[in-house]
């Protein structure tokens, strides 16, 4: 297992150097670049313009500037410089990273709960009505588009009376230190996000859930074992044991879905996460912070499904001793 872990480790690198230079290619690909938006504005002359590319180095050749950038990624830790909000990109992303990463683990956590329990159960009770009624909101989750959802639930809330809808804190807790006060303040804002987020891949994984039952229910060791006479509650256990294990693939893919699915999302919520940062640094051509964005989403998949394989190989002895 060790071995496994480092060999997938070394093979992160010259992937995640690959996976840079398309970046780089992506982002170059974009007309344009952050100086020559304001070619458009009266109050900024040609000349202008000219300056400040050469003040962002936005006057040298692609090639030069990519490792330049990659140079700092290396010796520094150095992600470069954003335009935009003229700070350096690793904060930016800093700032973000614990608020983005706490709800998509929170989304993920809601997404199993519900999904795994409900997709047992139907797999269980084919064709009743309680069957019936689960596959009606898995087939509403997978359609309805997730930011359409957000206005749905906003509208909802504020039927029901609430006041202090988007963001994850009221006016008078942001920036205020951390108390019982504000703690009881972000439960009640963080379950919408979460709630709405989660929706559309707590239906997929539920119906995927009960595709894997079916299919176990009906193969030759279950029937099997209930020829030796085991009790249905041993048998159930066999059968959810090998359903959920290709769930566990799924799950290392989750995580960077979450981040880069969600950004209207996100937007819609006013949510303090990398999604609509993104959305801005594209519009405003900040170079080195759209592919940084880009970067950590490549690192998280890669993180995920090494996370994803190590858990299949404790759950399953089978895939472990290959």
Same mark, same amino acid.
């Given at each position: ?29 974009? !007309? ?75 989304? /993920? ?6 999904? /795994?329990?409900? @997709? ?45 809808? @988007? ?8 920036? &205020? ?41 009906? &193969? !030759? ?18 059968v959810i044991k090998n359903a959920i294990n290709p769930l ?32 801005? &640094? ?28 190590? &858990? ?11």
């Amino acid at each position: 297992m060790t071995t496994f872990i480092i060999r997938r480790l070394l093979i992160m690198i010259p992937m995640m150097f690959l996976i840079s230079v398309i970046c780089f290619i992506i982002t170059e690909l974009q !007309p344009g670049d952050f100086a020559t938006q304001y070619l458009n504005n009266p109050r900024v002359s040609p000349e202008q313009v000219i300056e400040l590319q050469k003040s962002l180095g936005l006057d040298k050749p692609p090639v030069q500037r990519y490792f330049m950038w990659i140079k700092g990624i290396i010796t520094r830790g150095d992600f470069g410089y954003s335009f935009a909000y003229k700070r350096p990109v690793g904060e930016l992303i800093w700032e973000r990273m614990g608020w983005t990463v706490s709800i998509a683990i929170l989304t /993920i956590i809601f997404q199993w709960i519900i999904a /795994i329990p409900a @997709g047992i159960y139907t797999s269980f009770h084919q064709y009743t009505a309680g069957d019936y009624i689960l596959t009606f909101i898995g087939f509403l989750g997978i359609s309805v588009p997730v930011f359409f959802l957000a206005l749905v639930f906003m509208w909802l809330a504020l039927q029901m009376g609430a006041t202090s809808l @988007g963001g994850l804190f009221s006016a008078e807790y942001m920036g &205020a230190p951390w108390s019982w006060a504000k703690l009881l303040d972000l439960l009640k804002h963080i379950w919408l996000p979460i709630v709405v987020i989660g929706f559309s891949g707590l239906a997929g994984l539920m119906r995927v859930m009960r595709g894997n039952m079916l299919d176990v229910i009906n &193969a !030759p060791f279950v029937t099997s074992l209930k020829a030796r006479g085991l009790e249905d509650q041993v048998v159930r256990r066999h059968v959810i044991k090998n359903a959920i294990n290709p769930l566990v693939s799924i799950a290392g893919m989750q995580l960077p879905e979450i981040f880069s699915g969600t950004i209207i999302t996100s937007i819609v919520l006013n949510l303090p996460t990398m999604g609509p940062f993104f959305y801005n &640094a594209l519009l405003n051509h900040d170079q080195y912070l759209v592919m940084t964005f880009l970067m950590f989403i490549a690192f998280m998949t890669q993180i995920g499904n090494l996370l994803a394989d190590i &858990a299949l190989a404790i759950l399953d002895p089978r895939i472990r001793i290959s």
